[in-house]
């Protein structure tokens, strides 16, 4: 057949459907007048080549490992490795945490994933009285590099890749690391690991911010310069779209929001003098993954793309590894239900699947009983054996981005771009992101669409199982893992203890010369280390940086 | 005509995660609420001070960082201290089961767990304030 003559033929045929379409319709009505995403993309009844049209397959899909990264950023992707399998965990004290961490590098974890609690997030204290009740509750509490050597004890750092989910304070805890790692015998050259690091998301979805937006930013420069000669396979920054979703954004708004955050962080690094390709490569992002599974899976595609077209055709990257858009996954908190939670695990499974069918280089996975408290060792083996099943028993692993070339996930990739693509834009017109959280543009888009899937759910629209339909009387579940009261008292009393038996002569000294460099606008790294090295206080150090910068205040 | 339900939406303790505490205060909004939100990261004492200024009916507090323990008590308390405790309290958040007879004893109202509707708020607010 010619090329007209398929085309006549495929017409022919698409007519013939839809005549079957319209007496299936007349008969059994399709459950809802308009199918779409979270994103609000049509779900379209069918879609077909002519939704791919416009797809170039080499400019536009390409191949895994080579620009625009559409199908993955390595050549064999999971054929070589699986990707890290990284459970987020820290709670109470260290003692406690390093507990868990042996438990789940015996259960086969192949990373680290470090939960710090609030204080340490918000650079306080266990002793600060803003502290009270918080301590040891939605992580780790870290006071001083003593309470960092018991988090690590019996853990080889150059065995080991450690994330540590630290914004604000990422300077301070990255020190500490570093110091643990140089009393082990292991050199920063050797660590492998990344820090968060994402301040400007903190201050419009997450809330761990301390400093303005101007000296956070300087301060991520600092560190971004200070890795790139002492911790070359550090990631310095893990650009994070998780706590955006998790507030309540779309898909399409998570991918946008996110990389208009990295945009800014390249522009503030360039500026600062450094070379994009010596940098970038050691940028890493962090997504959620829904129940929206084909949307989802498609999200990954267009923000792998996105990203890349963004750092070639704005900075000039020359380097494949400055334009791979790296990252995490998280499987999504905010799905999770306190109802019937071992409905939870079914959820996970969905959400890690599309993660891994997105091509994610690391994945945690939630545990079931996350709406009601810290997840209990039983819940996190479950949730840890969610991933090795998919990886060892599904076989999805054992060829490259095998949803590419679906009508519906090409289309949708496209889709997702264009719309993110189209956010972006408006953020450069509003005047980066800065401007953007000052005007409160990203704050009201999240909010609008947070408040839309609400009432979607309130008026069923979205059936949530369990929750909205498909509910039963349920008996309180028992079991819950708490964080003991004692706890607080004891982290305070080791803080008093560590105070006590320090130098404090070295660790003033080291305070004002940490002071002296902040006023001074110097790189800021060096005279952290050197503090923390003393058992300088994580609030002692941030308290002479709030002194010197201030701190932000929510408009 | 009953009068309009004013209510003070608030963060107390270092937790940053406010959608739930947003939506919360749009519906009441909605509901024909006058409602104020505090922002995160709120100490009781900014939350009685507000609740007492802007005199509230009733305050709900949000905190899913495991410190409801500590801080709704404490507003509890300063409100009954400043002689504001005619101001009704409510919560929500990750609270587990077991914590709900405690914090209903030290006098707050209602406790609205992980998938509740703001429907339940709502009806929850009009059946208590004006009554």
Partial sequence: MTCDEHKQAFQQRQQQWQELVDKACARFPERRENFATTSGIEMKRLFTPEDVAQVDYTEDIGFPGMYPFTRGVQPTMYRARFWTMRQYAGFGSAEETNKRYKYLLENGQTGLSVAFDLPTQIGYDSDHELAEGEVGKVGVAIDTLADMETLFDGISLDKVSTSMTINAPAAVLLAMYVAVAEKQGVAPEQLRGTIQNDVLKEYFARGTYIFPPSPSMKIITDIFAFCKDNLPSWNTISISGYHIREAGSTAVQEVAFTLADGLAYVDAAVKSGLDVDVFAKRLSFFFNVHNSFLEEVAKFRAARRLWARLMKERFG?????????????????????????????????????????????SLHTNSRDEALCLPTEDSVRIALRTQQIIAYESGVADSVDPLAGSYLVESLTSQIEEQALAYIKKIDDLGGVVKAIEAGYIQNEIGDSAYAYQKAVEAQEQVIVGVNKFTIEETPPENLLTIKAEMELKQRQKLAQVKEQRDKEAVSKALSELKQVAEDGGNLMVPILAAVKQYASLGEVCGVLRQVFGEYQEQ | MAKRIKVLVAKPGLDGHDRGARVVARALRDAGMEVIYTGIRQTPEQIVATAIQEDVDAVGLSCLSGAHNNLFPKVVALLKEKGAEDILVFGGGIIPDGDIAGLKKAGIKEIFRPGSSTDETIKFLTDHVNQ
Avoid: E
């Fill in chain 1, 317 to 361: 990257a020359k380097k494949p590894a400055s334009m791979m858009l790296r990252f995490h996954t998280q499987t999504a908190g905010c799905s999770l239900t306190a109802q019937q939670p071992d409905n939870n695990v079914i959820r996970v499974t969905i959400q890690a699947l599309a993660a891994v069918l997105g091509g994610t280089n």
